[in-house]
């Protein structure tokens, strides 16, 4: 991939062309958000064809200012790639000015400050409706932009802590642990961008905006299903921990169970499965075994089937488990590390990863949007771009604004 060999003017015409074809292509977005909710909603507007303009302050946004931190700098590059970046001090009087100048010309303002902050700014939803009616202004926060919670600071701990992502997570003989990935950041993220374009599929009908919000915490509640089902199925008693047990405990076999060289996860969700895997066991002599008739009774004997399952499993490497159940057709999956999925050589068959070599960071490798459309391949990825590298291009060529104004801009400190 050309990481910065050509000019300005180059690469502003590749990217017009590379973003024919795709559904948002012609979608202009203004990105004041931060860290992964908001961005992740971004970069899949941008990969689907949308000119994202990503607006920071003078240091950058927080994730950016993380990037000093050894590692940490990989999440930046992974959301904020296919975006402009412009510096703009909207505390200023004349950076909100030139801050309205964009919203009339946009379609789509993300952000995901804490309520209140856009309203104190002078450029809350009102205000941006008034300099552009069609706008989407799309919000995203912890809690909501009301009720009793609006105001507590939300990072993804926090709203794990309060969603119950962590009471149903880890061991019933252990304390409540975190989710390993940044479950409600992200959730967040994938409702924002389906209410994005739902408002934008709304706007062709009347022509106008309107304001789209998520809520992190009622982002992640619909994915408490299972265990929610144990909890009223109990009768409203509170649900032990179930490790990498069903969270309903609804299902059996279904665990991760270990092998010579790591472990693998197993699930038979039907009779079909089941017998499936006595037969890859060798074992179809207990097809007919009182304890493991249907899955109500294998549920009742949870434990004796994770221990008839752990003493065939224990005996073989994972390659040679993945060989055996996929022949026999029984739903599994080898436990990897994060080296083996960064590595991955389907998903890099398919596209969805993909090594660039960052201008920044170095190789590193990236994720693409998981939507595909129909008659175009993946967006190319390009690379995250450095704190305000387009500000000629946006505040000189897209406002118009000459050479001389964006000097006195930078030394009154408003770009």
């Not at 499936?276 to 109500?296: G, H, I, T």
Request: hydrophobic fraction near 35%.
């Amino acid at each position: 991939m050309d990481t910065g060999t050509r000019d300005e003017s180059e690469v502003q015409s590749q990217t017009t062309m590379d973003r024919r074809g795709y559904p948002f292509s012609g979608l202009v977005v203004l990105d004041l958000s931060h860290i992964y909710n908001g961005p992740y909603a971004t970069f899949l507007m941008a990969m689907a064809g949308a000119e994202v303009i990503k607006i920071e302050p003078h240091g950058g946004e927080h994730l950016r200012v993380r990037a000093e931190l050894g590692g940490a700098a990989l999440p930046f590059a992974m959301l904020n790639g296919n975006k402009k970046s412009v510096t703009l001090n909207l505390k200023s009087e004349r950076g909100r000015e030139l801050f309205l100048q964009m919203v009339r010309a946009a379609d789509v303002l993300v952000e995901n400050f804490a309520p209140g902050v856009t309203e104190r700014l002078g450029i809350g939803p009102n205000d941006l409706h008034k300099a552009n009616p069609r706008l989407i202004y799309a919000s995203s926060t912890g809690y909501g932009r009301s009720g009793p919670y609006r105001d507590y600071p939300a990072m993804d701990i926090t709203v794990q802590a309060m969603s119950g992502i962590m009471s149903i997570t880890g061991f019933p003989d252990s304390p409540p642990v975190k989710s390993g990935p940044a479950l409600c950041d992200f959730f967040a993220g994938i409702h924002l961008y389906g209410g994005i374009a739902t408002a934008l599929y709304e706007r062709e009908r009347t022509g106008r905006g309107r304001v789209v919000e998520v809520s992190m915490q009622e982002a992640v509640y619909a994915s408490l299903s299972s265990n929610l089902a144990l909890y009223h199925g109990s009768g409203g008693k509170i649900p032990v921990r179930t490790g990498n047990r069903h969270g309903g405990l609804a299902e059996a076999p279904y665990n991760v169970y270990p092998v010579k060289d790591g472990h693998i996860a197993i699930i038979c969700n039907n009779n079909r499965h089941f017998h499936a895997l006595l037969k890859a066991m060798k074992r179809e002599d207990l097809q007919d075994d009182p304890r493991f008739q249907d899955l109500k009774t294998r549920v009742a004997h949870i434990d004796e089937v994770d221990e008839l399952v752990s003493a065939w499993t224990r005996l073989h490497t994972k390659a040679a488990l993945v060989e055996t159940l996929l022949a026999h057709r029984v739903p599994h999956a080898p436990v990897r590390d994060l080296s083996e999925v960064i590595n991955d050589p389907h998903m890099h068959a398919r596209g969805s990863l993909q090594w660039i070599d960052h201008p920044q960071y170095g190789r590193i490798a990236v994720q693409n949007s998981p939507i595909r459309y129909e008659g175009v391949p993946p967006m190319p990825l390009e690379p995250s771009s450095a704190l305000g590298a387009q500000n000629r291009e946006v505040f000189g060529g897209r406002l118009g604004l000459p050479d001389e104004e964006l000097e006195d801009l930078r030394r009154q400190g408003v770009i």
